[in-house]
């Protein structure tokens, strides 16, 4: 596995001052990530945000326009390339068809800072945040996953 590198699509979702978050479970650890997850062969990085919001969220995404592309390596050796969009959402949050997140919710902006949350660019997500997502310029990072 340590050559393998995975591309995952993001979104980032405001509702009033907060964003939305999925608390993923593996074991004993917790961690918050950006809504969205793997894009599968033969598909678009929109067609899996679609999907994976609707599986995590149940909510219906569109993208508006591309934040960040991250690369990190987890722990176990594989490579990750994160594609994060801002997005606009509709419907209702209901419980994941994914059994690795506990729950979908929305943090309150001034509470994201203390989260776990992996890969972490809390600090981006903020000014970008702070520049209102329409005016925050793309960025290309490379992060460590912790």
């Not at 943090?107 to 994201?112: L, S, T």
């Amino acid at each position: 596995m340590a050559g393998l590198v995975r591309t995952r699509a993001a979104a980032v979702i405001i509702q009033e001052d907060a964003i939305l978050l999925v608390l993923h479970r593996k074991g004993e650890s917790r961690y918050y990530l950006l809504p969205g997850g793997g894009v599968e062969q033969g598909e678009s990085e929109g067609e899996a945000l679609e999907r994976e919001l609707l599986e995590e969220t149940g909510l219906t995404v569109s993208p508006l326009r591309l934040l960040f592309e991250t690369h990190s390596r987890k722990p176990a050796g594989e490579g990750l390339v994160q594609r994060v969009y801002f997005c606009r959402a509709q419907g209702k949050i209901r419980p994941s068809t994914d059994p690795r997140v506990a729950k979908s919710e929305y943090v309150k902006k001034q509470d994201f800072a203390a989260v776990t949350f992996y890969p972490n660019i809390k600090k981006e997500i903020l000014a970008a945040w702070d520049a209102g997502f329409g005016n925050a310029p793309f960025k290309k990072l490379t992060v460590k996953w912790e």
